[in-house]
């Protein structure tokens, strides 16, 4: 929905700045119609779980208000690109890197982006869950998927934002079917996010020079993500019985449980290409 300015732009296309001047701004016009029309759309998906919590009044100020604030964020947003009398291709660019970063977050739930970009930088926010890990697993897979899931930026955020978000649809959907199918998606993919922790030091020198056990490498694997799932799948099912207080909760918590032990034991050695791996 935005103009792609991209490194180039700033050599190429800078004899052209009346011209591109008004190139941008219809651009801008038309990204905000847009954005605005999709807004408006989303926000309606959540209306009945705002009706529920605010009722319909409230609702509706709320909806105003956000379709408001957004339209003045676009305005700025293009003020800040298009000055007086030139373009700040510096803000336009690192834009652009962030909105389609934030696009390859999205599609990264249901494929591998090679182009994503992550905060190589570790973090020691999670030491002390690190250390409450069960310590009779001294495998060396082990010890690099917990390090590698647990001090990356790339998985704990989007893992708990993911958990929210399921949490949300969980207790707010008003049918139980629709809020089954929600928790079912919210465990395949985050089983899809973990995917790139399996096969992260392969090609590591100092994991080649020791002797690899296939099959070990996975259950360490599969082991972690009992460990990832089993407080997520909790959290989930406890939204499911705070909000839908029925004996056919029982039927959607039974198959919550049974998809995810499908996931971990049957889905995650095909989704890493295990014996694929094995054959090589």
Request: glycine share 2%; hydrophobic share 55%.
């Amino acid at each position: 929905l935005s103009t792609y300015i991209q490194n180039a732009d700033q050599i190429f296309l800078i004899a052209d700045l009346p011209d591109l001047k008004k190139y941008l701004k219809k651009s801008f016009l038309r990204s905000l119609l847009l954005n605005i029309l999709l807004q408006f759309f989303l926000n309606l998906l959540l209306m009945p779980i705002l009706l529920k919590i605010f009722g319909l009044v409230i609702s509706l100020i709320y909806l105003f208000l956000f379709l408001l604030a957004k339209t003045f964020l676009l305005i700025l947003k293009y003020r800040n690109i298009v000055k007086d009398n030139r373009v700040d291709w510096t803000y336009g660019i690192n834009s652009e890197l962030r909105r389609v970063n934030r696009i390859n977050i999205f599609l990264n739930f249901f494929t591998d982006v090679k182009e994503l970009k992550h905060d190589n930088r570790p973090t020691k926010i999670w030491d002390w869950l690190i250390k409450c890990l069960p310590q009779f697993n001294q495998s060396f897979h082990w010890i690099l998927f917990t390090r590698y899931f647990f001090r990356s930026r790339q998985f704990m955020p989007t893992i708990i934002l993911t958990t929210f978000f399921g949490m949300a649809l969980a207790f707010f959907l008003p049918s139980l079917s629709a809020a089954t199918i929600s928790g079912l998606f919210i465990v395949f993919a985050l089983a899809y996010q973990m995917k790139p922790i399996f096969s992260y030091y392969s090609n590591h020198k100092m994991a080649q020079v020791y002797q690899r056990d296939g099959k070990r490498k996975l259950t360490d694997f599969q082991l972690l993500a009992v460990a990832v799932f089993v407080p997520i799948v909790l959290l989930l099912l406890l939204s499911l019985l705070a909000s839908h207080r029925k004996v056919s909760v029982l039927i959607s918590i039974l198959l919550i449980i049974s998809f995810t032990w499908v996931i971990i034991c049957w889905y995650l050695p095909r989704l890493v290409g295990f014996k694929y791996e094995i054959k090589k």
